[in-house]
């Protein structure tokens, strides 16, 4: 086995927090609730085909504990690097690494977003969900996108283009709770084009959610029934003072949604340029780094 730097990481706090954003205590609680849903799987999986031996007779993994495999998948998600790369920093090669990240990223996908009606699929987490039982009815949600570059599609570029951002991307939709400051839910990907109101009335949201609940987005949804929105400057004319009050003290009750979507792109391998060569994959990538954002959160505020 090559010479892996994860056994250093795990004994140095400061640096392990500045690699992965979690504290060495907050990735043992991770590991903690992941595990057990890890080793049903595991033990799925390996029950599909005929086998000669017994589960767990075969040859382990080469990182050995779930918490080098799971190590290994923040990593990833931290990073924006390559698998070689990946694989040189944890000692394996690169197509190892990209099973390992294969195997763990599903489990990161709806372990920590409470259960609402803009979710009522998700699952809930193992421990956490308890805590998660007393989660309040919806009152305030605060939508916004937020946009992914991409490298330049080779056909139909026009379609991926955003002219905000001025290059090539992929658009999701985010739905933040005002009160508690978690995601509740991310869209599907979009191409960079679409406008995001139209991306927002394609997912169905606005019919789940009940009448009493407020909505808020920025100038983005204009236009939206019910809605709140900033002012918009009228052609020609200035913003009252009184709307440019308005206007800014709305800003600073939205900027917590800015906020969560600068959680999830602390893991930049959706912060920075995508090289993830599926929208499945990419999609799974983008819901782990909702998760973990609210994982953080829930054990922060002392809900963990």
């Known amino acids: 086995m090559k010479k892996s730097c994860i056994p250093t990481l795990l004994k140095k706090p400061y640096l392990f ?33 005929k086998r000669t031996n017994k589960v767990g007779q075969g040859r382990p993994y080469t990182l050995g504990s779930f918490d080098h495999l799971l190590l290994c998948a923040l990593l990833f998600a931290r990073t924006s690097v390559g698998y070689d790369l990946l694989g040189l920093f944890c000692g ?30 998700k699952r809930r987490s193992n421990k956490l969900s ?18 992914l570059p991409i ?3 080779k056909r139909r570029q026009k379609q991926s283009y955003s002219g ?19 995601v509740l839910t991310v869209s599907p990907l979009k191409k960079g084009r679409i406008h995001d109101k139209k991306q927002l009335e394609s997912t169905g949201w606005e019919e789940c959610l009940p009448e009493d609940v407020r909505r808020s ?3 983005g949804y204009q236009g939206m029934r019910n809605w709140k929105t900033p002012h918009k400057k009228p052609r020609g004319q200035p913003l009252t003072s009184v709307q440019k009050r308005e206007n800014k003290r709305f800003a600073k009750e939205r900027i ?21 060569k599926t929208d499945e994959f990419l999609f799974t990538t983008v819901l782990a780094a909702a998760n973990l954002y609210n994982f953080k959160r829930l054990v922060r505020q002392g809900l963990g």
Do not use: C, N
Request: hydrophobic letters at 35%; charged letters at 35%.
């Open 164 to 182: 905000k951002k001025k290059r090539h991307t992929k658009k999701v939709q985010v739905a933040l709770d005002k009160k508690t400051k978690l």
């Open 17 to 49: 927090r500045r690699t992965t954003t979690l504290s060495l205590d907050e990735f043992s609680i991770l590991a903690y609730e992941l595990e057990p849903e890890w080793k049903e799987r595991e033990e799925a999986r390996l029950s599909l085909r």
């Open 256 to 276: 917590v949604v800015e906020h969560g979507i600068r959680g999830m792109k602390m893991f930049h391998r959706i912060g920075e340029t995508i090289t993830q």
């Open 151 to 153: 490298k330049r599609p």
């Open 217 to 219: 987005g920025d100038l």
């Open 130 to 147: 308890d805590l998660l039982a007393e989660y309040p009815e919806l009152a305030d949600v605060i939508f916004d996108g937020t946009e």
């Open 92 to 121: 394996i090669d690169q197509s190892t690494v990209k099973r390992v990240v294969r195997r763990i990223m599903p489990l990161l996908m709806d372990r920590f977003i409470p259960v609402t009606e803009l979710t009522p699929k």
